[in-house]
């Protein structure tokens, strides 16, 4: 064997044989190892996209729902409420997850009602609690109530031993380091479900529309839920607001329902769906939720998020049971049990989830 | 013998020339091509933001309104990353190619290179989660003592994710880019020169002076140029360390900052749809512009004065 055959030949077909092994090793990672045996002969492609809060209780509910049926792969792109129902309205998706019901003003009932060719339906399917956050030196619990928190996220209150803390917290030792109020600086479900909060509870201390983004031009912005747990742990006398399931170690704060300081919990936020009316005035299958942020039921915790799938009451036949079937697993007891387990969510009560698994069976073949 | 008479006519040419020279010609063609594809592609998406209203354009008036903070932002932020990098990387060149030892200069030269390669999301990470805290301390003794400059006016940053520490950061990765170039560049100088400026009693310093940097400088400016290129469109590093809030503010401590456009992109591109993906595109456009403008800009100065060698 002489060089120049090593050089010429041996050589660069060593390399490509290994680099072919190398591509097809990639490849073949990609399938699903299904070893399981599927219960149902349910088969086809479910291509969901929307809110980002729900995607870690979606990969749950995913990986659910295709062990029980191999024969099925069930897509969710989380690009965001809005993205998700504009896909949806556009007929790219066959579901959509939304933090906030379809806007009549916006045009998205009638857009998916033309999707659609009837009225879309619409079933909440996520709800988790809302932590005030915060990282004081020397103080480990914190009460505030709506009142205090809308000033102190307004900027009104500047400091941490403020006569309005120290009223609610006499017990708590506040230093006088200053206030400093972080929010999130990306189109956020739970900064709208928080100014929400605010503007309701708040008593008129709290003046800016509840919105995705942030009203206030100033304070320490933070990307994504990731991004403000870390600014609240680097600052000092940082406060913010995020998810319950991503707090970490981080202090949360009680708020004051009714005249009760509530800790947040999941229980307290599925208690506080239960107390809140639905919303009037929408189709007959859409469960859009009013939530009552002034409730003041026992243990409720009203600063919550809740997020809704929506889907179209036909389909094409072979999609048609799919659908139903993905969207039945997803409001049923288990679906909700995976859901807590995996994404620290509250389970939706049992009287919405009936009402839910009610509207998901009118689901037919067009 | 007699002579044989040349036949004048085109100088003959081999296969290999011709295809070599061709391939070159469309390399070149390639990068006018790309460069055209990006341009038309910002442009066609761009244009129906123009017309957009508040509903898309997270409550700006118009598309001016809404790029202006934006653009205020990057500038601020380039403009500081290069006044850190810029004498801090000529004099790293300079140190490596006139003043270390052999040996202490290529460990340098090395180094330099090894902070090149750092991916810029680590550098985010970094300057977010250890740059930021630790230069909380410093922000606060600005704040203190020197509040009456406008730079160091507000409240300190409790985080210490400023445009400051962002500019910091920009600075560290636009380093390695400019102190490669120049210190090619000066290694490049002509040794007659050096050697006669020497000869003529000069102190190294005066030598520098006198023969690098006339004949370097429009290799600094290129460097330079390729560094603020680089600074500008910086996203990852920017969006990691920055608490932006979208105002125009020349108070580099506190915790109110203008974002950059990059920045901007890359932190609500996941959230937008239809007219502020236009939006986003758009700015995307006016980078580009600005870029080109700045890079013309430079290389018309450097032409203006160019020394002869």
């Given at each position: 064997?002489?060089?120049?055959?090593?050089?010429?030949?041996?050589?660069?077909?060593?390399?490509?044989?290994?680099?072919?092994?190398?591509?097809?090793?990639?490849?073949?990672?990609?399938?699903?190892?299904?070893?399981?045996?599927?219960?149902?002969?349910?088969?086809?492609?479910?291509?969901?996209?929307?809110?980002?809060?729900?995607?870690?209780?979606?990969?749950?509910?995913?990986?659910?729902?295709?062990?029980?049926?191999?024969?099925?792969?069930?897509?969710?792109?989380?690009?965001?409420?809005?993205?998700?129902?504009?896909?949806?309205?556009?007929?790219?998706?066959?579901?959509?997850?939304?933090?906030?019901?379809?806007?009549?003003?916006?045009?998205?009932?009638?857009?998916?009602?033309?999707?659609?060719?009837?009225?879309?339906?619409?079933?909440?399917?996520?709800?988790?609690?809302?932590?005030?956050v915060?990282?004081?030196?020397?103080?480990?619990?914190?009460?505030?109530?709506?009142?205090?928190?809308?000033?102190?996220?307004?900027?009104?209150?500047?400091?941490?031993?403020?006569?309005?803390?120290?009223?609610?917290?006499?017990?708590?030792?506040?230093?006088?380091?200053?206030?400093?109020?972080?929010?999130?600086?990306?189109?956020?479900?739970?900064?709208?479900?928080?100014?929400?909060?605010?503007?309701?509870?708040?008593?008129?201390?709290?003046?800016?529309?509840?919105?995705?983004?942030?009203?206030?031009?100033?304070?320490?912005?933070?990307?994504?839920?990731?991004?403000?747990?870390?600014?609240?742990?680097?600052?000092?006398?940082?406060?913010?607001?995020?998810?319950?399931?991503?707090v970490?170690?981080?202090?949360?704060?009680?708020?004051?329902?009714?005249?009760?300081?509530?800790?947040?919990?999941?229980?307290?936020?599925?208690?506080?769906?239960?107390?809140?009316?639905?919303?009037?005035?929408?189709?007959?299958?859409?469960?859009?939720?009013e939530?009552?942020?002034?409730?003041?039921?026992?243990?409720?915790?009203?600063?919550?998020?809740?997020?809704?799938?929506?889907?179209?009451?036909?389909?094409?036949?072979a999609?048609?049971?799919?659908?139903?079937?993905?969207?039945?697993?997803?409001?049923?007891?288990?679906?909700?049990?995976?859901?807590?387990e995996?994404?620290?969510?509250?389970?939706?009560?049992?009287?919405?989830?009936?009402?839910?698994?009610?509207?998901?069976?009118?689901?037919?073949?067009? | 013998?007699?002579?044989?008479?040349?036949?004048?006519?085109p100088?003959?040419?081999?296969?290999?020339?011709?295809?070599?020279?061709?391939?070159?010609?469309?390399?070149?063609?390639?990068?006018?091509?790309?460069l055209?594809?990006?341009?038309?592609?910002?442009?066609?998406?761009?244009?129906?933001?123009?017309?957009?209203?508040?509903?898309?354009?997270?409550?700006?008036?118009?598309?001016?309104?809404?790029?202006?903070?934006?653009?205020?932002?990057?500038?601020?932020?380039?403009?500081?990353?290069?006044?850190?990098?810029?004498?801090?990387?000529?004099?790293?060149a300079l140190?490596?190619?006139?003043?270390?030892?052999?040996?202490?200069a290529?460990?340098?030269?090395?180094m330099?290179?090894?902070?090149?390669?750092?991916?810029?999301?680590?550098?985010?990470l970094?300057?977010?989660?250890?740059?930021?805290?630790?230069?909380?301390?410093?922000?606060e003794?600005?704040?203190?003592?020197?509040?009456?400059?406008?730079?160091?006016?507000?409240?300190?940053?409790?985080?210490?994710?400023?445009?400051?520490?962002?500019?910091?950061?920009?600075?560290i990765?636009?380093?390695?880019?400019?102190?490669?170039?120049s210190?090619?560049?000066?290694?490049?100088?002509?040794?007659?020169?050096?050697?006669?400026?020497?000869?003529?009693?000069?102190?190294?310093?005066?030598?520098?002076?006198?023969?690098?940097?006339?004949?370097?400088?429009?290799?600094?400016?290129?460097?330079?140029?390729?560094?603020l290129?680089?600074?500008l469109?910086?996203?990852?590093?920017?969006?990691?360390?920055?608490?932006?809030?979208?105002?125009?503010?020349?108070?580099?401590?506190?915790?109110?900052?203008?974002?950059?456009?990059?920045?901007?992109i890359?932190?609500?591109?996941?959230?937008?749809?239809?007219?502020?993906?236009?939006?986003?595109?758009?700015?995307?456009?006016?980078l580009?512009v600005?870029?080109?403008?700045?890079?013309?800009?430079?290389?018309?100065?450097?032409?203006?004065?160019?020394?002869?060698?």
């Amino acid at each position: 064997m002489n060089r120049t055959f090593l050089r010429r030949i041996a050589a660069p077909s060593v390399a490509a044989l290994a680099l072919g092994l190398a591509v097809s090793a990639c490849g073949a990672g990609n399938e699903t190892a299904s070893t399981s045996s599927s219960t149902n002969d349910l088969s086809g492609k479910l291509d969901g996209a929307g809110s980002s809060a729900q995607e870690s209780a979606m990969d749950a509910w995913r990986a659910g729902f295709q062990k029980e049926n191999s024969g099925v792969t069930v897509n969710y792109d989380p690009s965001g409420s809005g993205a998700g129902v504009e896909k949806f309205n556009a007929g790219g998706v066959d579901f959509a997850g939304s933090d906030s019901p379809l806007d009549a003003e916006k045009g998205e009932l009638d857009a998916a009602k033309k999707r659609c060719g009837g009225d879309a339906i619409e079933v909440p399917n996520y709800v988790s609690p809302i932590a005030v956050v915060f990282n004081v030196e020397g103080v480990d619990e914190l009460q505030l109530s709506p009142k205090t928190m809308a000033a102190i996220f307004d900027g009104k209150i500047t400091s941490w031993d403020d006569a309005a803390i120290k009223a609610e917290n006499p017990d708590a030792k506040l230093p006088s380091t200053t206030i400093a109020p972080v929010h999130r600086s990306d189109e956020s479900g739970t900064t709208k479900n928080f100014t929400d909060y605010l503007e309701k509870a708040g008593g008129g201390a709290w003046t800016h529309p509840a919105d995705k983004v942030w009203p206030i031009k100033s304070g320490e912005g933070a990307n994504q839920t990731s991004g403000m747990i870390s600014a609240v742990k680097g600052g000092k006398g940082t406060v913010g607001y995020a998810d319950l399931s991503q707090v970490g170690d981080l202090s949360a704060a009680s708020i004051k329902v009714g005249e009760k300081w509530v800790e947040p919990s999941a229980e307290g936020a599925s208690k506080a769906v239960e107390a809140s009316p639905l919303e009037e005035g929408r189709p007959a299958n859409d469960m859009a939720v009013e939530i009552d942020r002034t409730t003041t039921t026992e243990g409720a915790y009203p600063l919550m998020l809740t997020s809704y799938l929506i889907a179209c009451p036909t389909y094409d036949e072979a999609k048609a049971e799919v659908v139903k079937g993905f969207l039945t697993y997803v409001v049923s007891d288990q679906g909700q049990k995976d859901a807590a387990e995996n994404a620290g969510s509250a389970p939706i009560p049992a009287s919405f989830a009936e009402k839910a698994q009610k509207i998901v069976d009118s689901i037919s073949a067009k | 013998m007699s002579i044989i008479e040349a036949k004048a006519g085109p100088p003959k040419r081999r296969l290999g020339d011709l295809v070599f020279a061709n391939l070159t010609r469309a390399a070149g063609m390639v990068i006018l091509l790309a460069l055209a594809g990006v341009a038309i592609f910002l442009t066609i998406e761009g244009i129906p933001a123009f017309a957009a209203g508040p509903g898309d354009l997270s409550g700006a008036a118009n598309f001016a309104a809404y790029v202006w903070p934006l653009v205020f932002g990057t500038l601020l932020a380039a403009v500081l990353a290069l006044a850190i990098a810029l004498p801090l990387a000529i004099g790293v060149a300079l140190t490596v190619s006139h003043y270390a030892p052999r040996r202490l200069a290529t460990l340098i030269g090395y180094m330099v290179d090894l902070l090149a390669a750092v991916p810029s999301v680590i550098y985010g990470l970094w300057g977010g989660l250890f740059l930021g805290p630790h230069l909380v301390p410093l922000y606060e003794w600005l704040a203190e003592h020197l509040s009456w400059i406008p730079f160091f006016a507000g409240p300190a940053s409790t985080t210490g994710r400023t445009i400051l520490t962002a500019s910091i950061v920009l600075a560290i990765m636009v380093l390695p880019i400019i102190t490669a170039i120049s210190r090619e560049i000066f290694a490049q100088t002509p040794r007659l020169n050096e050697e006669a400026a020497l000869a003529l009693g000069a102190t190294r310093w005066e030598m520098i002076r006198l023969s690098v940097f006339p004949y370097a400088r429009s290799g600094i400016v290129s460097a330079a140029m390729l560094g603020l290129g680089r600074a500008l469109g910086e996203t990852m590093a920017v969006a990691m360390v920055l608490s932006a809030s979208g105002v125009i503010t020349l108070n580099l401590i506190s915790s109110t900052n203008p974002s950059t456009i990059a920045a901007n992109i890359a932190l609500t591109f996941a959230d937008a749809t239809g007219l502020q993906v236009n939006a986003l595109i758009a700015s995307g456009l006016v980078l580009f512009v600005i870029t080109f403008v700045v890079n013309f800009a430079a290389r018309w100065i450097v032409s203006r004065s160019e020394v002869q060698v």
